[in-house]
């Protein structure tokens, strides 16, 4: 069982985890207007282009506060679990509860993968070496920057394919999302969005509102893996740093929705991608301790 001590800097308010993976809060004291304002910069990157944001709040935790990689990934999913709770009243409001109930038997097909990919992406996190999970992390920054790009310069059309083949392949899809969003502390909507219009070809409001009803629970089972976990611990020693950067990335989300087609995606979507692949050679530096 990995060992954990509680350190707790005199004076300052701060909870430092230490545990044989490396510190599982940030070293440093975080003044709270920096992290509500970085929280609140995630929201506006995810809102503009209709996402959470997570991807870009991942190598934040790990670069810039300085946070073990499993205890950003924890984190991660800890806020992003806010997130996606705070815009489903807003999703259900947007697509009736009547169309999503004809359109059930998608969530549930992709449920029936994700929520075991969800379980075993966390069980592999919390088992990787921290030098291979920022190499893990690294790798699907880069896949994540690749499927923003694609999924927004290509318009995704729909696969012919007979129901017993949709199923099984919709199983297979929602179980690799699963591991994905489980090992970055995502929702993974930037996945399940064009994953449900190509194998079930439905139109993309009501594939964001879908994809939201399978985000949750999925997310759901990878935070109760984690919660197995000692470095579940960070979560209880960040709690507030936790709020506050949610907060902000609630915040940034609205404001970034109204921002919205502000900025063209010709623009907007090549600098995001940029963003990630800069993000992802940082976190892979990570994986490499210094002496």
């Known amino acids: 069982m990995t060992s954990v001590r509680v350190r707790v800097a005199a004076g300052k308010g701060v909870v430092g985890v230490m545990s044989d993976r490396g510190p599982a809060s940030a070293a440093k004291v975080r003044s709270a207007p920096l992290v509500f304002v970085t ?8 809102g503009m282009i209709g996402l959470g944001g997570a991807e870009f709040r991942l190598p934040l935790l790990i670069g810039m506060f300085g ?3 499993l205890s950003a990934v924890i984190l991660n999913k800890a806020m992003s679990l806010v997130v996606v709770i705070t815009a489903l009243p807003a999703r259900l409001a947007a697509v009736s509860v009547g169309e999503l109930g004809t359109h059930g038997a998608i969530a549930v097909n992709l449920l029936a993968g994700s929520l075991l990919g969800a379980w075993a992406g966390a069980s592999w996190a919390v088992r990787m070496r921290s030098a ?19 999924t927004h310069t290509i318009a995704p059309g729909s696969l012919a394919l007979p129901p017993p083949v949709r199923v099984v392949a919709g199983a297979a899809a929602g179980f690799g999302i699963g591991v994905v969003a489980a090992i970055m502390g995502v929702a993974g909507g930037e996945l399940l969005i064009p994953t449900i219009v190509l194998l079930y070809a439905v139109d993309i409001k009501l594939a964001g509102s879908l994809s939201l009803l399978v985000s949750l ?26 709020v506050i950067m949610a907060t902000g990335s609630i915040a940034g989300a609205l404001l970034g929705g109204l921002l919205l087609g502000v900025v063209p995606d010709l623009v907007l979507i090549p600098a995001l991608a940029v963003i990630l692949l800069i993000s992802a050679v940082k976190v892979a530096r990570h994986a490499t301790p210094t002496p």
């Open 217 to 242: 629970p999925t997310m759901l089972v990878a935070f109760a893996r984690y919660s197995r976990d000692s470095g579940f611990a960070v979560l209880a020693a960040n709690t507030r740093f936790t």
């Open 39 to 46: 929280g609140g910069l995630v929201g506006v990157l995810g």
């Open 67 to 69: 946070f073990a990689a």
């Open 132 to 150: 291979t999970l920022h190499k893990v992390l690294a790798i699907l920054m880069v896949g994540m920057a690749a499927a923003l790009v694609l």
